[in-house]
Nanobody
Framework: VQLQASGGGLVQAGGSLTLSCAAS????????VSWFRQAPGKGREGIIC????????YYADSVKGRFIISRDSAKNTVTLQMNSLKSEDTAVYYC????????????????RGKGTQVTVSS
């Protein structure tokens, strides 16, 4: 059972990047899936979550209007589309899953994946 985030990389400010969170060993459909990020020298913060119903909840005002979360049950993945990227979006991004509901707390998540680095150059 594991979660794996992928898709990170280096992008210029104003650009876009798509992250993917893939699950193995369990079905993501019964879980709220959150994305977290940790910038250099800062704590890990929850930024967005998708409910089992497909509805999204934003925990970070800074990503509203720029980040879009979606799920693909057939592929057992959750995708984070990041648009209009800023230098302050530079961080390691993690995905995590919690049964039936969403949470912005890393320690509340049942399954927690390793991160993928996103670097936005200005």
């Amino acid at each position: 059972v594991q979660l794996q985030a992928s898709g990170g990389g280096l992008v210029q400010a104003g650009g876009s990047l798509t992250l993917s969170c893939a699950a193995s060993g369990f079905a993501l459909g019964g879980y709220g899936v959150s994305w977290f990020r940790q910038a250099p020298g800062k704590g890990r913060e929850g930024i967005i979550c998708i409910h089992t119903t497909g509805g999204a909840v934003y925990y970070a005002d800074s990503v509203k209007g720029r980040f879009i979360i979606s799920r693909d049950s057939a592929k057992n993945t959750v995708t984070l589309q990041m648009n209009s990227l800023k230098s302050e979006d530079t961080a390691v991004y993690y995905c995590a899953a919690r049964a039936y509901t969403c949470s912005s707390y890393w320690t509340a998540m049942k399954y927690r994946g390793k991160g993928t680095q996103v670097t936005v150059s200005s």
